[in-house]
């Protein structure tokens, strides 16, 4: 009986990470990071099967902040600027029309929104996170050098 069971059961734990990978991009190396403080990072990693495209996010992408806590607004405006640079998608932006009031801003919405999608080289946002990460996958020349400024931080990645 334990003989017949072991061949489904290994062939569950065999498609369950394929299955797992569908529709998202699987992330690769860490080619950039800069912590500003607890809770406050920009990082720059490869996408897995993609040549030259990368996702850049910014906020708490560790998880760092607690659940219950309620961190005040953090401004990421920035830019991603190199070679053939261009926009591939958006990651974790928050609609302007459905976001939550926010009492320090004098009750204006959110507006995670991009204003260049990689006209002459550059894609550019502006975002706010507060327990959350933003971000953009964007695709470049392999090869040449990708310069990020997000907030106060600021990278510059080789391009896979």
Request: hydrophobic share 40%; net charge positive.
């Amino acid at each position: 009986m334990h003989r017949l069971l072991i061949l489904p059961l290994l062939a569950c734990a065999l498609a369950l990470p394929a299955a797992e990978g569908k529709g998202q991009a699987r992330l690769g190396a860490v080619l950039g990071r800069q912590v500003i403080d607890a809770g406050h990072v920009l990082e720059v990693r490869a996408v897995v099967g993609q040549p030259g495209q990368i996702l850049v996010r910014w906020g708490d992408v560790d998880n760092a902040f607690v659940k219950d806590s309620k961190p005040a607004p953090f401004a990421w405006g920035g830019s991603a600027s190199g070679e053939r640079a261009r926009l591939v998608s958006v990651v974790r932006f928050e609609d302007g029309s459905k976001g939550r009031s926010d009492k320090g801003n004098h009750g204006a919405k959110r507006q995670d929104r991009l204003t260049s999608d990689g006209y002459a080289g550059d894609v550019s946002w502006q975002t706010r996170t507060t327990g959350h990460w933003d971000g953009v996958v964007v695709a470049a020349a392999s090869g040449s050098t990708l310069n990020i400024v997000s907030g106060p931080a600021s990278l510059a990645v080789a391009v896979p």
